[in-house]
C-alpha cells in the first residue's frame, strides 16, 4: 500500500534520510522504532510532502514523489503528526469537518460523523467544546478521528502514546488494531517499543537516516545487538 524507494531528505545542508527504502501492506502495523533525531518524523514529513523528498514513493502504486501534501490526502493517505495540529480554537464537530475528503482517492464512506461517534463516544460528548479545552488524550483521539475522516488506505501516525496516561494508551493500540483488521495500512513512529513490539506485524529500525533492521517482533528480540547498538540508551 506504502513504499518508499531510496529516499532521501535534506534540511539545508543537512542530510537526514540517507536511501531509505520501506513498504506497509495494507492490514499491517508496521512500527518505526529509533532514537530520537534519527530521522523518523523526518521521513513522514518526506512522504507526506511536507518535507521535499528525494526519491520515490509509492501509494497502491501511483507514483506520489512530488506531489503537494493536500493532493497527497486526497489520493489516500493520512497523516497524524506528532504536535497533533488540532485547531485550538474551533469546536470537536468543526475540526473533524475539515478533514472530510471528497476524492475517489479515498475510501467513500466507511467514516463519517455516526461512525466517528460510536468509535469515540467521547468526542461526541463534547462535539461543540473547543479543541484548545480538550485533554491531551482526547486531542489525540480528536486528531486521529479527523484523519479518518478523510477515508485514507493508509495512515501515518507520528509518537500518537506520548505524553498519555495508560489507560489512553491502551485505548489508542486496540484502535490501531482495529484499523489494521478492518484492512488499513498503519505505519506507527513509536518511542515506547514495548508498544511497537506488542501491536506490529513487522519493524523497521531507524539510525543516523537509514533502515537498520528489518524484521517481525520476535526477530527484533532475539536480536539483542540491535537493539542495544540502535535503541537503548
Known sequence: M?????????Y???HVLRGV??????GEIVSLVGRNGVGRSTLCKSVMGIVPPVGEVHLD?????????????HFGLGYVPEDRAIFPGLSV????????KRSRGSRSGRWGYRQVFERFPQLEQRRDTPGEALSGGEQQMLTIARTLMGNPRCIMVDEPTEGLAPRVVTELSELLQELAADGLAVLL???????ALNISHRLYVMGDGQIVFDGTPQQLQDSPEIRREWLEV
Do not use: D, F
Open 12 to 14: 539545508g545542508k543537512s
Open 2 to 10: 506504502l513504499a518508499t524507494r531510496e529516499l532521501n531528505a535534506y
Open 93 to 100: 464537530a468543526e475540526n473533524l469537518e475539515l478533514g472530510v
Open 189 to 195: 513512529v513509536e518511542q515506547k517499543l514495548s508498544i
Open 21 to 26: 527504502s520501506m513498504e506497509v501492506g495494507a
Open 61 to 73: 502504486g501511483r507514483r506520489i514523489t512530488g506531489q503537494p501534501a493536500h493532493r497527497i490526502c
